[in-house]
């Protein structure tokens, strides 16, 4: 779930902004945030959660992102690829 401001916030229970992100371990302090919707409630930095994207995919006319550990397909609005790292054997 996306969470842009205090009122979303406080409705998915994250009482305080001081509360760290699950992936950088940082305050959470800014918004846009990304809330998982597992059993965890576990909260990060819409960034960070962008870091943990494997893999994405469109299905029946909507883009979808797996996020690593959190086990299925979320709904995503738009998608930018803007880095990207190849890492190609070196023969010896
Ligand atoms: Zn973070």
Do not use: T
């Not at 990304?34 to 962008?50: E, K, M, N």
């Amino acid at each position: 779930m996306l969470i842009v401001n205090d009122e979303q916030r406080l409705r998915a229970g994250i009482g305080s902004m001081s509360k760290r992100c699950q992936y950088c371990s940082k305050a959470l302090a800014a918004y846009p945030l990304i809330l998982s919707d597992d059993a965890r409630l576990a909260v990060y930095h819409a960034a960070c959660a962008a870091e943990l994207v494997v893999a994405v995919r469109k299905r029946k006319g909507q883009i979808q992102a797996m996020i690593f550990g959190w086990g299925r397909w979320y709904p995503v609005e738009s998608v930018s690829i803007e880095r990207l790292v190849v890492v190609a054997p070196v023969a010896s």
